[in-house]
């Protein structure tokens, strides 16, 4: 499974293609993406992890149709978040019976749709969410699969916006109140399984080892108790390298599971977003302008914050590679985009060579890097391209300028 970027004659490559060929087709900002990458992350889990376990792959990370395509075809579940999710899981012909829906907000309507086309199982985050499921289902005359999302309360020792699991999280059903609430008589929901998220970018798999007990412990008291569970859901998180990390691999991640699990007579499901696509994509950009500032130097480009927001949001890092290959290890430099915020930035003090006109790859762009793109400033979201084997396609135009208003309009 070797990483898709390498530069070749001196031109940055993804796997067989020249990033430089595609800009010249598609123009920046434009996204671009392995598919051989990705279908080969999908299979090394799925491979670890052994047929006893339904590997979801968690959509919000990139909902891109031809991506999830690939991942259906692969035999994929998909953990969604939203009515918007389903129905593209859907339309990229992703199969309902291998569904799970997670979120602390799911409207009346996204509950009623998703028991419609039969998902195999609703998360659930609440009592009033149980109570809601409850009765939807009832009014449909069906059983509504349900497993509890609770919450472990475990620190997963990451960035505070993408842990999930501790006791003050919003997030899930402390264990004590899930146990109360499956032991309860609900003629409309059956109870199949117990779910658990406690975060993201994870590096240390202790914490995810310490869920999966506290989760096993209590499949087995409500075992004991006579309730016919099925599954457990262990959630998704598992880290991948952005800078100089050291992430877990597909096979210690199934060591972690099958320590705290093993014997325990229970289908599992994970949820893996970052740890298929992160590192299957890269953000193209071109340079705008050099400039310096007193003692500061400042490299512009033509991607912004509402292209990729993570460096704003987290303040993380993406590793940057120009496209020509350089020749010396270059000056230092904040990367900063055409917003009008001090925060519109990809990288600070960074050791680049760049001038205006050259182009550069962002990378470990694949996860959280479109889907949480905007049109903020009335700026057109990036193109999309997907590279398997040797063929490149477009599989999301770069929207255009009547994109922005086209929902104003003729109202
Ligand atoms: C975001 C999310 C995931 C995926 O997280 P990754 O870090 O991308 O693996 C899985 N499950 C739930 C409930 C989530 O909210």
Redesign the pocket.
């Known amino acids: 499974m070797s990483h898709p970027l390498h530069y070749r004659h001196g031109e940055l490559c993804l796997d067989d293609t020249r990033l430089a060929d595609l800009v010249h087709a598609h123009g920046t900002p434009t996204y671009v993406y392995s598919g051989r990458y990705l279908q080969e992350r999908y299979q090394a889990f799925a491979h670890a992890l052994g047929p006893n376990t339904l590997l979801c792959y968690?959509v919000?990370?990139n909902s891109n149709l031809h991506l999830l395509g690939l991942l259906a075809r692969l035999g994929a579940g998909f953990?969604i978040?939203s009515g918007g999710e389903l129905e593209r899981v859907l339309r990229a012909g992703g199969d309902p019976r291998r569904i799970v829906f997670?979120?602390v907000g799911k409207s009346r309507a996204e509950i009623r749709r998703a028991l419609e086309v039969g998902i195999f199982c609703l998360?659930v985050e609440s009592a009033a969410e149980l109570e809601r499921v409850s009765a939807i289902a009832q009014e449909l005359g069906v059983q509504a699969p349900v497993a509890l999302?609770v919450n472990p309360d475990v620190d997963p020792g990451t960035h505070p916006y993408?842990a999930?699991g501790l006791q003050e999280s919003k997030?899930g059903i402390p264990i004590a109140e899930a146990e109360t609430l499956y032991a309860q008589s609900w003629p409309h929901v059956q109870f199949i399984g117990i779910a658990a998220?406690i975060?993201?970018?994870?590096l240390d798999l202790a914490p995810i080892g310490e869920a999966a007990r506290r989760l096993r412990s209590l499949y087995e008291r409500l075992q004991a108790h006579g309730l016919p569970l099925r599954h457990l859901d262990l959630?998704?998180?598992?880290?991948i390298r952005y800078h100089n990390e050291t992430p877990p691999t597909p096979a210690d991640y199934a060591a972690t599971l099958e320590e705290a699990l093993a014997s325990l007579p229970a289908q599992r499901v994970v949820?893996?977003?970052?740890?298929l696509v992160?590192n299957a994509g890269v953000l193209l950009t071109r340079v705008e302008y050099r400039k310096s500032n007193g003692s500061k130097e400042f490299c512009v480009v033509d991607a912004a914050m509402n292209d990729l927001l993570r460096p704003s949001l987290y303040g993380a890092w993406h590793d940057i590679l120009p496209l020509q290959e350089p020749r010396a290890a270059g000056t230092p430099m904040d990367v900063v985009g055409p917003v009008c915020e001090s925060g519109d930035f990809f990288a600070r003090n960074r050791l680049l060579q760049a001038e205006a006109g050259d182009l550069l790859a962002i990378l470990g762009a694949g996860?959280?890097g479109f889907a949480m793109s905007s049109q903020y400033n009335s700026r057109p979201r990036a193109a999309e391209v997907l590279v398997l084997g040797q063929e490149n396609r477009l599989i999301r135009r770069r929207e255009t300028l009547a994109d922005l208003w086209a929902a104003e309009e003729d109202l």
């Open positions: 968690a919000k990370a953990d978040v997670s979120g998360n999302r993408i999930t997030f998220h975060g993201s970018q994870l959630g998704g998180g598992v880290g949820e893996l977003g970052r740890a992160g996860a959280y």
